[in-house]
């Protein structure tokens, strides 16, 4: 008669949990992805912005816009 045995398997708690040894942090590879992308959107939108910036900061300084309060002339 021939014995089966069975093979001891981990319970399901423990799979979903358990980090792959192969791929190591990857939730963190993934994050930086994202942060990496988001910061380059964003200098992409301030390069392109920013000669408009620079225009409206001389109509500004033109008209006597300055920071702070001032008495009216």
Known sequence: MRTTQRRRMRPTD????AAAP????WARRVLFAQVAVVATLVAGIL?????????EVRIWRMIGFGAGSRHPR
């Not at 390069?47 to 225009?55: C, I, S, T």
């Open 14 to 17: 423990t799979v979903a949990t």
């Open 22 to 25: 192969h791929r190591p942090c």
């Open 47 to 55: 390069v392109r912005e920013l000669p408009g910036a620079v225009r």
